[in-house]
């Protein structure tokens, strides 16, 4: 027996449609493809895109640029490593603390 509710929340689904990083998304495909998501969709797309977030960096410089036919981008990223340390960087981390 299936006791969820399956009639849309229609205030949470237009607050998840004024989503800035769900608009972003929905702009870039068909306003036929766009406008069928459901709410119990929309809200798994926004907890997706929220996996890929990246943290804050005390520097964050991104642009393009063009050279010939081609578009380059890129990106210059500045802050604290807060990720556990691979086992290569081990030994590096060992090193720098004995030449402490």
Request: aromatic residues 10%.
């Amino acid at each position: 027996m299936n006791t969820r509710n399956t009639t849309p929340d229609p205030v949470a689904l237009q607050a998840l449609r004024h989503d800035p990083a769900l608009q972003n998304l929905m702009e870039r495909m068909p306003a036929s493809v766009s406008d069928s998501f459901t709410e119990e969709q929309l809200a798994a797309l926004k907890l997706a895109l929220g996996a890929r977030s990246w943290g804050q960096h005390a520097i964050d410089w991104r642009g393009t640029l063009r050279l010939w036919r081609y578009w380059y981008y890129w990106v210059f990223l500045v802050g604290r490593n807060r990720r556990t340390l691979s086992r290569g960087e081990l030994p590096a981390l060992k090193q720098a603390r004995s030449a402490v």
